[in-house]
């Protein structure tokens, strides 16, 4: 469950890192509040997940999980570049959420 809860706050890191782009400087409202409530969220589910996970994980899983999302987002939302540069980065990010998920025990 805790994984779970982990994955959670960094689907709400992307949330909140995609949304720092609408809120221009946070001088539009709804956007930065919008963006400061998903980053409550993020921190609030990634302190319920490290109860019980070890610091250096959780955060590292959270960053990772943030990152990727972000970046794939930016690619999506923003026309960013998707050279290959980038895809493979991401899928060692990747690699390394799964082998922290992996070498974490239970």
Partial sequence: MNWL???LAGLFEIAWAIGLKYT???TKLWPSVATLVA???SVGLLGLAMKSLPVGTAYAVWVGVGAVGT??????LFNESA???RIVS???IVAGIVG???ATPN
Avoid: E
């Avoid at 970046?71 to 999506?76: E, K, N, P, R």
């Fill in 71 to 76: 970046a794939i987002l930016g690619i999506v």
């Fill in 90 to 92: 991401l899928l060692l």
């Fill in 100 to 102: 922290l998920k992996l």
């Fill in 83 to 85: 050279n290959i540069g």
């Fill in 24 to 26: 221009d400087g946070f």
């Fill in 39 to 41: 980053m409550v969220i």
């Fill in 5 to 7: 809860i982990l994955v």
